[in-house]
C-alpha cells in the first residue's frame, strides 16, 4: 500500500481487505487497461516528451502493484516517482484521481449485480482519499490545481453526453436499497435536459432529489444532475433536471448499503464490560447500524457483542446474539450518535440476517411501485 506503516488509514485497510476479494479477478485484470489510461494521460503534458514510453509503462506497473498491494507498505520509491513526475510540470493528483475515479466506474459496471457492490465502493473510497491525502502530504500539493473539483458541463458537454434520445445509466438510492436503471434523455420547450424514465425509479430519483448518470464511456467522471421538476404520465416518469456537474466519486452517492427499517428496533450492545440499549437503524447480511442520545466514547476497532431482534416472516422477533467490530462512528444531524458495526456471524445467523434483508428489500421494491402507482393516478 502506498500508506505509511504507522498510519491508522493503513491498518485500517489490514482490517478490510478481506472484504474486497471478490474483486482480485477484476484488478489483475484491469492493470493493463491501467498502464494505457497512466500512459495516454500522462504524454499529454508537455514535460514528458523526452521520457520513453517503455519507461512510463514501468512506472505505471510499479505503482499499479503498490496500489493494490494491501498488505504491504511502500517505504519508498513510489512517491519519489510522482515527485519526478510533478517536477515536469505534471500534476500527479490530477492524473490519479482520473485514474481512480475511471477504476470505480468500471467496477460499478462490472459488479452492477453484486449485492455487496457499495460496500467495496465504501472501502475503496476510503482507501483512494487516504491515499490522495498521504501523496498530497508529500508532494506539497496545490490542491486548487492538483485536485479536480465539481465541475459543471459546458454546453457542448452536454450536448455530447447528454444528447436527445440517448439511453443512459442512472443511479439513486432508496432505503439502502441501489437503484440503477436505464432512462432516456429528451427536451423541454425550454431547451432544459428532461429525463424520461419507469415510474418508480422517478420516486426514488425526487426524493433523492438529484441522478446520477454513469456510463464508462464517460469515465473518468459521472455525471450528477439535480432534479428541478417531477412529472408522471401512467408508468412513465419526466424529470426536469438542472446543474448538471461532473463528480470524480461515484462512490460518494452511498456511504451505506444496509436496509433501512420502517421505525427502529431496541437492541443491546455489550462493550468494555458495560451493557447499553440501542436503535437498530440499518442492518445488512453483515452489518447493523446503531444510534444513540449517549456518547459512550467506544474505541474503533473494539470488539462487541450485539444481541439484534430480527423480525421473522410470521410477524414474531427473533433475538440472536453476535460478536462484531466496531468500524466507525458518525454523529447524525440529530446529534445523536451512530455505530457501525461489522458482524462475525457464523452461517446460520448470517443466514436469518440475508433472509431479513431480503424481504425488507422485496417490501420496498413494492412500496415503491405503490408510491407510483398513486403518482400516476394523480395526474
Not at 500500500?1 to 476479494?21: G, N, Q, V
Request: one cysteine or more; charged letters at 30%.
Amino acid at each position: 500500500m502506498i500508506l505509511p506503516k504507522e498510519s491508522a488509514a493503513f491498518d485500517r485497510m489490514l482490517k478490510e481487505r478481506r472484504k474486497l476479494l471478490p474483486l482480485y479477478p477484476f484488478f489483475a485484470a484491469y492493470k493493463e487497461s491501467f498502464q494505457a489510461r497512466f500512459v495516454e494521460e500522462i504524454k499529454k503534458e508537455s514535460g514528458v516528451t523526452r521520457i520513453r514510453e517503455k519507461l512510463l509503462y514501468a512506472l505505471s506497473s510499479k505503482f499499479y502493484d503498490a496500489l493494490f498491494d494491501f498488505k504491504t507498505p511502500v517505504s519508498e520509491g513510489v512517491a519519489e516517482e510522482f515527485l519526478q513526475i510533478k517536477n515536469r510540470g505534471v500534476p500527479p493528483l490530477l492524473l490519479l484521481q482520473k485514474l481512480l475515479s475511471s477504476m470505480m466506474l468500471r467496477i460499478v459496471n462490472d459488479y452492477s449485480d453484486d449485492r455487496d457492490l457499495f460496500g467495496y465502493l465504501q472501502i475503496l473510497s476510503g482507501y483512494f482519499d487516504s491515499v490522495l491525502e498521504y501523496l498530497k502530504s508529500l508532494l506539497q500539493a496545490d490542491t486548487d490545481r492538483d485536485v479536480a473539483t465539481h465541475l459543471a458541463l459546458k454546453r457542448k458537454e452536454i450536448d455530447r453526453w447528454l444528447p436527445e434520445g440517448r439511453a443512459v445509466r442512472l443511479l439513486n438510492v432508496y432505503k439502502g436499497i441501489p437503484i440503477v436503471y436505464e432512462a432516456t434523455v429528451g427536451r423541454s420547450r425550454t431547451g432544459s435536459i428532461v429525463l424520461q424514465m419507469p415510474a418508480e425509479r422517478g420516486v426514488v430519483a425526487g426524493m433523492e432529489g438529484r441522478v446520477v448518470c454513469f456510463e464508462r464511456r464517460m469515465e473518468p467522471f459521472a455525471i450528477e444532475m439535480k432534479i428541478a421538476r417531477m412529472a408522471y404520465q401512467g408508468d412513465i416518469a419526466l424529470a426536469e433536471v438542472e446543474q448538471p456537474a461532473w463528480i470524480d466519486s461515484i462512490a460518494h452517492r452511498r456511504k451505506r448499503v444496509r436496509v433501512a427499517l420502517n421505525a427502529p428496533l431496541k437492541a443491546r450492545i455489550t462493550a468494555l464490560g458495560r451493557q447499553f440499549n440501542v436503535d437498530v437503524i440499518d442492518m445488512s447480511g453483515s452489518g447493523v447500524c446503531l444510534q444513540t442520545d449517549v456518547g459512550y466514547g467506544l474505541p474503533l476497532y473494539e470488539q462487541v457483542e450485539v444481541t439484534l431482534p430480527v423480525p421473522q416472516e410470521d410477524g414474531s422477533v427473533r433475538n440472536i446474539v453476535m460478536r462484531g467490530t466496531l468500524q466507525y462512528i458518525s454523529t447524525h444531524h440529530d446529534s445523536k450518535r451512530r455505530y457501525h458495526i461489522f458482524l462475525h456471524a457464523n452461517p446460520r445467523k448470517e443466514e436469518i440476517l440475508s433472509a431479513f434483508v431480503a424481504r425488507r428489500e422485496l417490501a420496498l421494491l413494492k412500496e415503491l411501485k405503490s408510491v407510483a402507482r398513486r403518482k400516476g393516478a394523480q395526474r
